[in-house]
């Protein structure tokens, strides 16, 4: 190989290591290469970002005191020296001096990698806290939702939005939302009735009334999500994403004792858990497809997609009724059932009326 092709070899390499180093440089997650003492080698600017820790203020950080993990050392010698490249550890922390110090939940990928003759440890740190904190509060959001379901006897349009209004209460963006989808869900579900009724002897006005009623919890499980996230005025994280869907499993949980239940309670369970599933099945919390997907979700989702459209938020302005209505044209048998696509698409007009009576104030 002459002088010319090494020069062209070299510029290369270091084309592709400053390519390599952008992505560390950029990536969210925390990027740490690390000895078998738990000393932190390297850094990308995000793994300090979670700790809380200025690179310039200490030469040397170890990770093990970080996490207060005295098994990690250990741990992460056998890594080095064993026959295993990966070890996947989860940890609680408190980030911080005692006073002020802040809980996070960390989940770090160790993977042992070969350089030449030797071995390295890179760690890549994921921030688990949302998700963490959701799944924590689960057990205690359920138990109160369940005694003030029990104590005020909920039987009644009233106290189902008593129920519902305190998610509103932590939401201030989102209005009239709950009066705008219960009468967007009674136009649709009327249609439906009307059109299938021949079809489908379960379609009576009586569960038109009692769907467009359990519209009204279809967001209740958000009153597990921190505030945080609950309130961000901006695009939400790929961690903040994963902490909200837990709303769903959250309010499914709380109303699983009304399941089979023919009543607005049962229905509202229904529609609380699956209205974020979609018709080609990639929606959650279950990855539901097609008619699997309660009706009463089915239609739900996409009276509450047509508001977050026409509406408002921090992150985004509101759309007009016409780009809703195409959005909602072109997820016809993607995220929406098709047959309530058709029927919405014949009564848009309906939708229209209903967000003008219900402007947010």
């Not at 098994?71 to 001096?97: C, P």
């Not at 359920?142 to 104590?151: F, G, P, Q, R």
Request: glycine residues 6%; charged residues 30%.
């Amino acid at each position: 190989m002459d002088n010319t092709n090494y020069l062209d070899t070299i510029a290369n390499l270091c084309v592709e290591n400053g390519k390599l180093q952008a992505i560390i440089e950029s990536s969210t997650n925390g990027i740490i290469e690390i000895n078998g003492e738990g000393d932190i080698l390297s850094s990308n600017p995000a793994f300090y970002q979670m700790i809380n820790i200025n690179p310039q203020d200490s030469d040397l950080v170890n990770l093990c005191d970080i996490l207060s993990s005295l098994e990690l050392k250990d741990e992460l010698k056998t890594l080095l020296e064993g026959d295993e490249d990966l070890l996947v550890k989860g940890f609680h922390s408190f980030i911080g001096n005692s006073e002020q110090g802040e809980e996070k939940y960390f989940e770090i990928k160790f993977s042992r990698v070969p350089v030449m003759d030797h071995f390295y440890i890179i760690g890549i740190v994921k921030d688990k806290t949302d998700i963490m904190k959701a799944l924590s509060n689960r057990e205690d959001f359920i138990t109160s939702l369940l005694n003030i379901i029990h104590e005020m006897k909920v039987d009644n349009r009233d106290s189902i939005y008593h129920i519902a209004s305190l998610v509103e209460l932590r939401d201030n963006t989102t209005g009239k939302h709950l009066e705008r989808v219960e009468s967007y869900t009674k136009t649709l579900a009327t249609e439906y009735m009307n059109t299938y009724e021949d079809r489908d002897k379960r379609l009576t006005h009586t569960f038109v009334d009692d769907m467009a009623v359990s519209s009204i919890l279809h967001d209740i499980g958000k009153v597990a999500i921190s505030d945080a996230i609950l309130q961000k005025p901006d695009i939400l994280t790929r961690a903040e994403y994963e902490a909200i869907k837990e709303h769903t499993i959250i309010a499914g949980e709380a109303l699983k004792e009304y399941k089979g239940q023919k009543d607005f309670l049962a229905m509202g369970r229904e529609i609380a858990t699956y209205h974020h599933e979609k018709w080609n099945g990639q929606g959650y919390p279950s990855g539901l497809k097609g008619e699997a997907i309660p009706l009463s979700a089915r239609i739900v989702s996409l009276c509450d997609v047509y508001d977050a459209l026409v509406s408002k938020r921090p992150y985004k302005e509101a759309y007009s009724h016409e780009k809703a209505v195409e959005i909602i044209k072109e997820e016809r048998g993607r995220s929406f059932d098709p047959e309530i696509v058709d029927l919405f698409l014949k009564i848009h007009r309906e939708f229209l009326k209903i967000r003008q009576e219900y402007k947010d104030s």
